[in-house]
């Protein structure tokens, strides 16, 4: 869908609201951009403006995603506490995605700057993987380096045994933190 007038802003949002209904998947604000004709920036305020009228969008690592919220099925949620060195993210992030749960975010409670989350959205080994090479692409640090490891994430899974099942096995490879 690429624009071939100068849209307003509000049809423009309307656009974006669109493409973002109609996929299953995360896009890019620079995919955004392209198609709307206009600079990423301009997407992130859209996106801003979009998610103060109560739009469920949910800006991932991997992009923006409209969070459907039609479906039915249950889904149970869980946040629980982590610590441990940076090496060892990637061991815990696929010990919990191999239990069939979803990690939406990791949080953290800096001293200085109090509490900070961001979206890590990953369910499978390979969407880890992908995580975990973004990270080295951009040599940024693990938001649980600011708070010596530990951190918090929000997990999410149809089943609420699959949760305890994760948080047994978070305990058994000393990863729980229980403080």
């Known amino acids: 869908m690429i624009t071939q007038k100068k849209l307003t802003g509000e ?21 955004l951009a392209d198609k709307a004709n206009v600079s990423r920036q301009a997407i992130v305020g859209d996106i801003a403006l979009l998610k103060a009228k109560n739009e469920p969008i949910m800006a991932t690592s991997k992009g923006y995603i409209y969070l459907n919220q039609t479906d039915t099925a249950p889904i149970f949620k869980k946040t629980i506490a982590c610590r441990h060195l940076p090496e060892d993210v990637e061991r815990e992030l696929n010990l919990m995605v191999d239990h069939g749960v979803t990690i939406r975010d990791v949080q953290v409670e800096h001293p200085v700057f109090g509490h900070l989350a961001a979206s890590i959205m990953v369910s499978t080994r390979k969407e880890v993987k992908q995580f975990i090479e973004r990270i080295a ?36 490879a000393g990863f729980l933190d229980e403080t």
């Open 11 to 31: 049809e423009r949002r309307l656009q974006l609201l669109q493409m973002l209904k109609e996929t299953d998947h995360p896009i890019t604000g620079s995919e």
């Open 137 to 172: 692409r951009s040599k940024a640090s693990y938001l649980s380096e600011l708070t010596c490891g530990r951190h918090l994430h929000t997990l999410t899974s149809a089943s609420e045994a699959a949760l305890k099942e994760v948080e047994d096995r978070l305990r058994k």
